[in-house]
């Protein structure tokens, strides 16, 4: 695979995952409205990441377990960190929460953050018409994916309609969900 993706203003060429880091970060700091797409776990990794790292009011994400492709990744573990220090709140609701090694959970154990809430789905996804993982934060950022086995998600830094829409989805979820109490201890 080759190991440069496109040259920066400066004319310098830049590996194919910073292109991808620089342009993304990008799309977040300036809240761009436009939706996009990604299309691997280190694409989601980044798109989380990023959401982690422009958060200043919540977030909260439906999740199938803690893959380590995603959630082992070095950049989301840096700004779930950074995230989790600023005391900010973080819900996760799991449909299986089997994954209890992966290295975000373990940063979420050793955090003294009393915002962290860990929900654990009391029905199966099949009970369900139909659900998707889903990942939203402040009222305007979201990654949704429309196929968990390929990563395949829509995502925008700025689209408060359809966080509205997956909001409303995430309390009907918590409705049918229970606290991890064992979890976390203080």
Do not use: W
């Not at 203003?9 to 990008?26: M, V």
């Not at 996009?36 to 199938?64: L, Q």
């Amino acid at each position: 695979m080759e190991n440069v993706d496109k040259q920066n203003s400066y004319g310098q060429f830049l590996p194919k995952n910073k292109a991808y880091i620089l342009a993304i970060e990008q799309l977040a700091y300036f809240q761009d409205n436009r939706d996009f797409n990604n299309s691997s776990p280190n694409h989601a990794a980044i798109v989380m990441g990023n959401i982690f790292r422009t958060a200043v009011v919540d977030v909260k994400m439906f999740i199938g377990n803690l893959d380590e492709e995603v959630y082992d990744n070095e950049y989301y573990i840096k700004y779930l960190g950074l995230y989790l220090k600023r005391n900010l709140p973080l819900t996760l609701i799991f449909e299986d929460f089997s994954n209890k090694k992966s290295k975000a959970l373990e940063l979420i154990r050793e955090t003294k953050n009393e915002q962290i809430f860990l929900y654990r789905l009391k029905l199966s996804t099949q009970d369900f018409k139909q659900i998707e993982h889903f990942s939203i934060g402040d009222g305007r950022m979201y990654r949704l994916e429309k196929d968990t086995k390929g990563y395949i998600s829509t995502c925008s830094f700025n689209n408060k309609k359809v966080v509205n829409q997956y909001d409303n989805e995430f309390k009907y979820l918590l409705s049918f969900s229970e606290l991890i109490m064992d979890f976390i201890k203080y």
